[in-house]
C-alpha cells in the first residue's frame, strides 16, 4: 500500500532506544555499557558484568559483593519445581525443559505481574538471573537421571553452576578453578547482544505487560532455533560430522552450492562483517583450557582449518562470512563435559541477563508501547461467503 516501510527480517529497522550494548558490525567491535568486550572477558566476571548491564556502571567492590550476595540468596527453586520436571520425558531437549520450567516460574511468583514497581522488578531480575543456573543443571541431571543437586552459597555463581551439574552423591566434587573462569567468560561472552532475535522476542512480549517470567520463556524459544542459539549446538555436531581436515572440502563446497541448504554453523551473523569479537576470545579460550587441562581434541584443528579454508574462499571473502561467537564455544563446553544438547541452554542461562536487562530497560521507559509491527497485505480481496454445499 505505500503506507508502511516494508523490511522482513528488519535488516534496517531500529526498534528502540538502548543504552545497553554497542555493536559496530563492520569494524567487529561490541561495547557494554562502553566497555570492550575483550576487556570484560579478561579483567571482569560474570556478575560483575550482570551488575553492569543492569545497573549501567561498574560497581565498587562493596556493591558487587553485595549483588552477589543478593544473587545468591534467590538461587533455590521452589521444591514443587522439582515435580514439574517430572513431567517431561527423559530424553527432552533441555531447551524444551527451559522453556516449560521458566513459563511455570510465572505461576510462583504473582507479585512479579506488578511491573509498573521498579523494586518489584529488580527481585524479578535477580531471582531469574539467580534460578537460570539451577534450572539448567536441573535440567541436565534430569536428563542423566541423577538426583538434583541443591545450590551451595559459598560457591561462586560459575562455581556454584558447575558443582550443581558435575557433583553426584556419595562421591567430592571440587570446583575446577580453570573450568570455573573459562565457564564464567563464556557466560561473559552471551551476556548481551543488543536487538537479536531473542531480545526483541523478549522486548515485543514484555510490551504488552506480560509476566516477566514468561517473557523470558519466550526468549528462550526464541533462542534455541539454529539460526540464532542454538547455533552452538549445531556448530558442534558439524564438527563432528565434518571428522578429520581432510573432509573440509567437501562440507565448503555445500556450504557454497545454492542447491544444498547446508550453512557452515558457526559462520556469518546479521550485524559483524568482520570477525565477530567473541569468536576471537572463544579461540583464546580453547587454547588456554587445553593447555591447563593439559587435553586437546582433535576436533579444534578441524576447525582452525575450517576456518582458515573459509576465511581465504571467494564465496566467504564476498559475503564477509567470518566465525561467530558460536563456532568455537562447544568445543570448550566438551572439554567441560557438557553434552551438545546442554550448550544452548548454557547460553539461555548467560543471555537472561541481557534479557532482563533489556526488559526492565524497555519498562522503564516512559515512552513505551505496546510493539505491533504492520504488514504488507497479500491475501484476497473482500469477497462473499459461500455456504458448504455450495463449493
Ligand atoms: N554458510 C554458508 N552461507 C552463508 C552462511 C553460512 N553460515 N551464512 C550466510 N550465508 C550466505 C547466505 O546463503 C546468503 O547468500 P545469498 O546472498 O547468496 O543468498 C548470504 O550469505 C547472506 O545470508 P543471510 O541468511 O541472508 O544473512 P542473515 O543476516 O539473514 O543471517 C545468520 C545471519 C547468522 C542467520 C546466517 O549467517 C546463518 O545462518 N549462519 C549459520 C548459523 C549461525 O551460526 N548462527 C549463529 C549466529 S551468532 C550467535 C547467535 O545469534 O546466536
Known amino acids: 500500500t505505500g503506507k508502511f516501510t516494508y523490511d522482513p527480517g528488519f535488516t534496517s529497522t531500529a526498534s528502540c532506544d538502548s543504552a545497553l550494548t554497542y555493536i559496530d558490525g563492520d569494524e567487529g567491535v561490541l561495547l557494554h555499557r562502553g566497555y570492550p568486550i575483550g576487556q570484560l572477558a579478561e579483567h571482569s566476571s560474570f556478575m560483575e558484568v550482570s551488575y553492569l548491564l543492569l545497573n549501567g556502571e561498574l560497581p565498587s567492590a562493596d556493591e558487587l559483593a553485595q549483588f552477589?550476595?543478593?544473587?545468591?540468596?534467590?538461587?533455590?527453586?521452589?521444591?514443587?519445581?522439582?515435580?514439574?520436571?517430572?513431567?517431561?520425558?527423559?530424553?527432552?531437549h533441555p531447551m524444551a525443559i527451559m522453556c516449560g520450567v521458566v513459563g511455570a516460574l510465572s505461576a510462583f511468583y504473582h507479585d512479579s505481574t506488578d511491573i509498573s514497581d521498579p523494586e518489584q522488578r529488580k527481585i524479578s531480575a535477580h531471582r531469574l538471573i539467580a534460578k537460570m543456573p539451577t534450572i539448567a543443571a536441573m535440567a541436565y541431571k534430569y536428563s542423566v537421571g541423577q538426583p538434583f543437586v541443591y545450590p551451595r552459597n559459598d560457591l561462586s555463581y560459575t562455581g556454584n553452576f558447575l558443582r550443581m551439574t558435575f557433583a553426584v552423591p556419595a562421591e567430592e566434587y571440587e570446583v575446577n578453578p580453570i573450568v570455573e573462569r573459562a565457564l564464567?567468560?563464556?557466560?561473559?561472552?552471551?551476556?548481551?547482544?543488543?536487538?537479536?532475535?531473542?531480545?526483541?522476542t523478549v522486548r515485543l512480549a514484555g510490551s504488552s505487560g506480560a509476566n516477566p517470567f514468561a517473557c523470558i520463556?519466550?526468549?528462550?524459544?526464541?533462542?534455541?532455533?539454529?539460526?540464532?542459539?542454538?547455533?552452538?549446538?549445531?556448530?558442534?555436531?558439524?564438527?563432528?560430522?565434518?571428522?578429520?581436515?581432510?573432509?573440509?572440502?567437501?562440507?565448503?563446497a555445500r556450504a557454497k552450492d545454492k542447491n544444498d541448504?547446508?550453512?557452515?554453523?558457526?559462520?556469518?551473523?546479521?550485524?559483524?562483517?568482520?570477525?565477530d569479537p567473541r569468536a576471537t576470545v572463544m579461540q583464546q579460550t580453547v587454547r588456554e583450557v587445553f593447555a591447563s587441562l593439559k587435553v586437546t581434541d582433535p576436533l579444534f584443528e578441524t576447525a582452525l582449518q575450517l576456518e582458515e579454508i573459509a576465511l581465504n574462499?571467494?564465496?566467504?571473502?564476498?559475503?564477509?562470512?567470518?566465525?561467530?561467537?558460536?563456532?568455537?564455544?562447544?568445543?570448550?563446553?566438551?572439554?567441560?563435559?557438557?553434552?551438545?544438547?546442554?550448550?544452548?541452554?548454557?547460553f539461555a542461562l548467560a543471555r537472561t541477563v541481557g534479557w532482563v536487562a533489556q526488559w526492565n530497560e524497555m519498562i522503564?521507559?516512559?515512552?513505551?508501547?505496546?510493539?505491533?509491527?504492520?504488514?504488507?497485505?497479500?491475501?484476497p480481496a473482500q469477497r462473499d461467503y459461500v455456504p458448504v454445499d455450495k463449493r
Open 261 to 275: 541448504p547446508f550453512r557452515l554453523m558457526g559462520f556469518g551473523h546479521r550485524v559483524y562483517k568482520n570477525y
Open 313 to 346: 574462499d571467494p564465496y566467504f571473502i564476498d559475503k564477509k562470512l567470518f566465525p561467530n561467537v558460536d563456532f568455537y564455544s562447544g568445543i570448550i563446553l566438551s572439554a567441560i563435559g557438557f553434552p551438545t544438547a546442554m550448550f544452548t541452554a548454557l
Open 184 to 200: 564464567d567468560r563464556i557466560f561473559i561472552l552471551h551476556a548481551d547482544h543488543e536487538q537479536n532475535a531473542s531480545t526483541s
Open 68 to 92: 552477589s550476595r543478593t544473587i545468591t540468596r534467590h538461587t533455590m527453586v521452589h521444591e514443587q519445581l522439582s515435580v514439574f520436571y517430572r513431567g517431561f520425558r527423559r530424553d527432552a
Open 364 to 379: 522503564s521507559d516512559p515512552g513505551q508501547k505496546i510493539g505491533r509491527p504492520r504488514q504488507l497485505y497479500t491475501g
Open 217 to 252: 520463556a519466550a526468549g528462550i524459544a526464541c533462542l534455541w532455533g539454529p539460526a540464532h542459539g542454538g547455533a552452538n549446538e549445531a556448530a558442534l555436531n558439524m564438527l563432528k560430522e565434518i571428522g578429520t581436515p581432510d573432509r573440509i572440502p567437501h562440507y565448503i
